[in-house]
């Protein structure tokens, strides 16, 4: 259960590495269970609850066609003060109408009541098969049964009940060393399809025993997802349900203040949390093979350079030859040319790591070493660069290669 797997994210120093999950942060409590919502028998619903008042900070999926747990977070529950969430896994309730809606509402109200928090102050998220109404007898007796085996070592179990397709873990925690001392962060997510940038990438719920004002809370995690969950792509697909929710208890006694350092310091941790939650859930998209850092720099502004890194990231030409460890750089190129369409022409250079292999949007004058490039290709993580020589903004994406598995797994998805 590490964050820190990837050599594309760095732990701070002013940071540790615990084993935990998001339970371990003191004042939260959590569990999971196998309420039948799953035909294989595994956990699939999750309760993560903070018992005193919280701040809190969320971000969710800008979908139209956004499911019923979005549309009742959005309008229903309190904003910067939520201190709990219940989430199934099985079913995504997504375009459900009115009975989605009203069963996001029960589930909430009854998670609320089961936990002595206002229902105001209870999340939903739900995962899983769209357009597909909840078994709720079997979600209601499972919320019962959740909230009785609710522990502050049950972050583990949460972390396993929200998962659908996913392989890899993606949880932990980590201690953050402030001026007035330590506190901690425990954070778990899932995802592994129907992921692209723009906030509708995953489900990721953050924890924190910090004291951390709603407002300031609320912009480090935009930061923090801007450089992470907003920047990677698994298959160009934004989801209805997606949501990443951030709980801060205060519990440490240890004050994070807008003008402060500590808010640099705590706002770094978060970052590299986010970022090491996306890493993995690029490494674990269906299928995948390969994580793939692609830098944009040279870029007209940073609006180009993201315009041009996401077009790349979700050419299916692209992707498909890094699984086939084929260096097509000309793929790369025509993509970014199509990102750039009506511009003047594109004389780009391209990296594959540190070896050139275009120059000036043609291909590079200097020799190639084939064996050289061959070990770049079999690597499970590559480093790519485009310099569009237009200016001065950059962006950075990850992606992961497409593969046969990819198709098989989303072929077979409902079936």
């Known amino acids: 259960m590490h964050l820190f797997t990837s050599k594309f994210v760095q732990k701070p120093d002013h940071v540790t590495e615990l084993p935990g999950s998001v339970s371990t942060p003191t004042g939260f409590q959590a569990a999971g269970i196998a309420a039948g919502l799953k035909k294989s028998g595994k956990l699939d ?3 993560l609850i903070c018992k005193e008042p ?43 109408g009115a009975q989605g809606l009203e069963d996001a509402r029960a589930m909430a ?21 769209i357009g597909v109404t909840l078994p709720m007898d079997l979600v209601e007796s499972g919320i019962t049964s959740v909230a009785d085996t609710l522990t502050e070592t049950g972050g583990g179990d949460f972390a396993e009940a929200i998962r659908t397709t996913d392989k890899i873990d993606k949880e932990g925690a980590i201690e953050v060393a402030l001026s007035g001392g330590t506190v901690r962060v425990g954070a778990c997510a899932k995802g592994a399809g129907m992921i692209a940038p723009n906030m509708a ?43 990443i929710l951030v709980f801060a208890s205060g519990q440490s006694g240890i004050a994070v203040d ?3 350092g500590d808010a640099a310091l705590f706002g770094d941790a978060l970052a590299a949390v986010c970022k090491g939650l996306a ?32 077009a790349v990231s979700n050419s299916s030409l692209v992707r498909t030859a890094f699984f086939g460890r084929d260096a097509n750089w000309g793929r790369i190129m025509a993509s970014a040319g199509a990102a750039l369409a009506g511009e003047k022409q594109l004389l780009a250079d391209i990296y594959y790591e540190k070896v050139c292999l275009a120059k000036g949007g043609a291909v590079s004058p200097d020799p190639v070493d084939a064996g050289q490039l061959q070990n770049i290709m ?12 237009r200016g001065t903004g950059s ?9 046969h598995d990819y198709v098989t797994l989303n072929a077979e998805y409902t079936t």
């Open 45 to 47: 619903l999750g309760l």
């Open 54 to 96: 919280c701040a809190s900070a969320a971000l969710y999926t800008p979908n139209a066609a956004a499911a019923a747990p979005i549309t009742f977070c959005r309008d229903e529950t309190s904003n910067g003060s939520l201190q709990g969430v219940v989430v199934n896994s099985g079913s995504a309730n997504a375009c459900t």
């Open 378 to 389: 079999a690597k499970p993580e590559i480093s790519v660069t485009i310099d569009l020589h």
């Open 258 to 260: 807008q003008d402060s």
């Open 109 to 129: 109200a009854q998670a609320a009541a089961k936990s002595g928090i206002d229902i105001k102050n209870m999340a939903v998220a739900s995962t899983g098969v």
């Open 201 to 243: 990438t995953l489900l990721a719920f953050i924890t924190t025993d910090a004291a951390v004002p709603a407002s300031l809370l609320q912009n480090l995690l935009k930061q923090a997802v801007t450089a992470s969950f907003n920047s990677m792509s698994v298959d160009g697909d934004m989801s209805t349900n997606d949501c």
């Open 395 to 403: 962006h950075t994406m990850y992606f992961s290669d497409l593969t």
């Open 279 to 310: 890493l993995k859930m690029v490494a674990d998209g269906e299928g995948a093979t390969k994580v793939v850092e692609l830098n944009v720099t040279g870029a007209k502004d940073n609006g180009e350079a993201a315009l041009v890194s996401r």
